[in-house]
């Protein structure tokens, strides 16, 4: 059996698990909920750098991002702060939806598959 690498544990969820050469990031949000859909957005891509970087990896190895928006009006903002983060020819296979976030003053949320 593969060994199961969990980042970041808590009681309910852990903020990425590595396994068979792959890592899963749990959904992440800004930690500065004050800020417009653009700086959320940074500040989340900013977490899943570090993230990746804790796994032996980065973002021209993700496979697949799953993008929760609050409010599909601010899909530009959001994805004017993607488009300067995401590496060149390495764009990953990506679904963005419109969806309740946990809290009313999250506007985006980031789900990313990366290979090691």
Known sequence: MSEIKRFNVGKRMSDMTVCNGVAYLAGQVADDASLDME??????????????????TDKTR????????????EFSAMN???????????????ATVEARLASPDYKVEIVVTAAL
């Open 80 to 94: 004017k702060a993607w488009d300067a983060w995401v590496a060149g020819g390495h764009a990953p296979a990506r």
């Open 39 to 56: 700086g959320q957005t940074k500040q989340v891509l900013a977490t899943i750098d570090r993230l990746l970087a804790e796994a032996g």
């Open 62 to 73: 993700i496979l697949r991002a799953q993008i929760f928006v609050a409010n599909i009006a």
